[in-house]
């Protein structure tokens, strides 16, 4: 989606079927419910959605029905994995500060899966919910005044927008955190647990292979990712006075180095 301009997709939408194309490929499930309600022949192809079944785009991942199909990002399990690690990273972990946008698709499933985790752990979950810009600093002084020992950050594109705002206060806080996407890890972050957002582009190019092969979206069941990389940023550790237990490094699949 143009950032911050959902107005502008629904005209490029409007031109794509115009021209009548082959298929239609979404980025994520803002994107998906505006191509949905914009057109229901051109097959879709989801590249990314923590839950299409939840989010109306398909009538069940086995036979999505319909003309929409793709790629299912697991998103709500996710968050309970990243709970976990935090619990074995971080020492006496109380406390954590859950930073999610309430409109973005999948939340509130996400949500429901951080609270069963936390019951599990014995850990008490604050949310926070983050829906502009303005938003994110704030998000960091009431993680502060709740005592939060740690920061786990879902997925949104407010916080894909504000990447960098974010890494900062999480320094200037030394806050540890978890994120959901690699590319955080890789501009500073402490670690990430999730899908790798390449892969599943690669994996939707392969829907659009067959659909053009003359598929029909119906007949291709939503795919669920089960490759998942845990990423760690010793660097980052380092300056925020962590130290990552051994067994926990020997389970990730890169280590940024300290050095």
């Known amino acids: 989606m143009p950032r911050g301009k959902p107005g502008r997709l629904q005209e490029m939408l409007k ?3 115009r021209f009548d194309v082959a298929v239609i490929v ?4 803002s994107a998906t419910r505006l191509a949905k309600q914009s057109n229901t022949t051109i097959p879709i192809v989801m590249a990314t959605d923590p839950d ?3 989010n109306g785009f398909v009538a069940g991942l086995a036979r999505p029905g319909g003309n929409i199909t793709g790629v299912s990002t697991l998103a709500p399990e996710i968050s309970g994995k990243q709970l976990e690690i935090l619990k074995e990273v ?6 954590v500060a859950v930073f999610g946008t309430s409109f973005s698709p999948g939340n509130a499933q996400r949500l429901k899966e951080i609270e069963l985790a936390a019951a599990a752990l014995g850990v008490k979950c604050q ?3 983050i829906l502009a810009a303005d938003d994110v600093e704030p998000a960091f002084q009431k993680a502060a005044k709740g005592h939060a020992d740690a920061v ?3 997925s949104s594109t407010v916080f894909n927008s504000q990447r960098s705002a974010i890494l900062q206060l999480a320094a200037k806080t030394r806050s540890p955190m978890i994120y959901p996407w690699r590319e955080f890890v890789e501009a500073g972050g402490l670690m990430s647990y999730g899908v790798r957002l390449t892969e599943l582009h690669h994996r939707a190019a392969t829907y659009v292979d067959k659909i053009l ?5 119906s007949d291709l069941p939503v795919e669920q990712p089960t490759k998942f990389e845990f990423i760690v940023n010793l660097r980052t550790a380092k300056q925020i006075g962590l130290t990552i237990p051994p067994n ?6 890169r280590v940024i180095s300290k050095d």
């Open 15 to 17: 031109e794509l079927i």
């Open 26 to 29: 979404t980025g994520g499930p």
């Open 52 to 54: 299409p079944v939840a």
């Open 90 to 95: 971080v020492p006496r972990l109380f406390r």
């Open 127 to 129: 949310l926070i919910d």
């Open 152 to 154: 786990l950050q879902l």
């Open 213 to 217: 092969k003359g598929t029909k979206p």
């Open 248 to 253: 926990v490094l020997a389970r990730a699949d």
